[in-house]
């Protein structure tokens, strides 16, 4: 009888199709870790000396620090303040670089970081010399400009004040430089940084200040696990000595006109 000779053949690999291999190596591309999702985008409307476009003011660089032990980078976003709050409250950017406390009460997709930042003093810039203030209920008697979206201001100043509403802090002074508002309400740091940038003389700052305020970060609320370690690392910077120095090198030298 005779046998039946079987060939073994070795299997051949299957190839994927090319449009597969497409698909499969786009969707390993989408899941795979990218450095972008280490970057926090941080909205403001602060400017010099806290804040400015190079990331160079005290809370860029301090949040800036912070957030690199961290293992993230922050880029800023500046923005007028009522689209900063509105755009880290929806969630398109990752949050806002510096607010007063208990701002969450009013957008719920923000996290308070609590660790305070700075304390804020709320203050009145004028270049006439015979006012003089003795707090909010003082303010009906002038008229006054404010940056659109401080919530504090709005919050504070008396119904029957004749106010006017400006973007930023340029159009803010230079309401004062033309004499069309008595005074206007800024920040105590930001308002001297306008005075020294612009070499303006003839504003001065008065005293004492509206209100004082600690001021903080807040996230948007996707980022909640990450609230209670950048509190923590904000504390380590205060306990080296970091926060310090950078006062000293940023905040100390401007001078009160």
């Known amino acids: 009888m005779g046998t039946t000779r079987i060939s073994k053949q070795t299997p051949q690999r299957r190839r994927l199709p090319s449009r597969a291999f497409s698909l499969l190596l786009l969707l390993l591309l989408h899941v795979a870790p990218s450095s972008a999702a280490n970057i926090l985008y941080l909205n403001t409307a602060l400017t010099s000396p806290l804040s400015n476009e190079q990331q160079t003011g005290f809370v860029d660089r301090l949040l800036g620090e912070a957030l690199q032990r961290l293992g993230y980078q922050l880029r800023v976003n ?4 009522e689209r900063a709050l509105i755009n880290a409250n929806a969630g398109i950017d990752d949050g806002d670089l510096l607010r007063i406390d208990g701002l969450d009460r009013l957008y719920p997709n923000l996290v308070q970081v609590p660790e305070k930042i ?29 940056i659109n979206g401080w919530k504090i201001l709005e919050r504070n100043i008396p119904p029957a004040t004749e106010l006017t509403k400006v973007e930023n802090s340029e159009q803010l002074f230079n309401l004062l430089l033309k004499n069309r508002v008595d005074l206007v309400l800024y920040s105590r740091w930001p308002g001297l940084g306008q005075l020294q940038n612009r070499h303006i003389r003839s504003i001065r700052l008065l005293r004492p200040p509206l209100e004082r305020r600690a001021m903080f970060t807040y996230l948007h609320r996707r980022h909640h696990a990450l609230v209670p370690r950048l509190a923590s690392a904000l504390a380590r910077l205060k306990a080296d000595g970091t926060y310090q120095r950078l006062f000293r090198q940023i905040l100390s030298p401007l001078t009160e006109n």
Do not use: K, N, Q
């Open 118 to 146: 700075i304390d804020m003093e709320f203050v009145a810039f004028t270049r006439r010399p015979d006012i003089r203030l003795r707090g909010w209920h003082s303010l009906p008697a002038h008229t006054v400009a404010i």
């Open 78 to 81: 500046h923005l007028p303040a």
